[in-house]
Nanobody
């Protein structure tokens, strides 16, 4: 089982930037999807960006040119990042990282319901 711990959430002004981190520990399949999701009260948890073990990425259209997902292996620890620029009030939400195995032939897993492992969430608030 993989454990995920997010950090980096904060309160920022409109137009500001934040970089969220997700520390990955435990067993992660050699083929996987890792993603960032967000959820506001009363809303569904929506996928924002997904990265595969081969480095390919997917983005939701509303964040495509403003957010960047990346992976980094630092001192034998894997970190998942979400760099967010030009933040808007509608970006206010709790942000979660998630991971799941990638079966042969699977293309993109962008729905929260298919992810098996989740972090506890980190709050991002964007104010004008």
């Amino acid at each position: 089982q993989v454990q995920l711990v997010e950090s980096g959430g904060d309160s920022v002004q409109v137009g500001g930037s934040l970089k969220l981190s997700c520390k990955v520990s435990g067993y992660l399949s050699s083929t996987y999807f890792m993603g960032w999701f967000r959820q506001s009260p009363g809303d569904f948890r929506e996928g924002l960006a997904v990265i595969r073990d081969d480095g390919d990425t997917w983005y939701r259209d509303s964040v495509k040119v403003r957010f960047t997902i990346s992976l980094d292996n630092r001192e034998n620890t894997l970190y998942l990042y979400l760099e967010m620029n030009r933040l808007k009030p509608e970006d206010t939400a709790t942000y979660y990282c998630a991971a799941t195995g990638r079966p042969p032939g699977a293309t993109w897993y962008t729905l929260a319901t298919v992810y098996q492992s989740w972090g506890q969430g980190t709050q991002v608030t964007v104010s004008s």
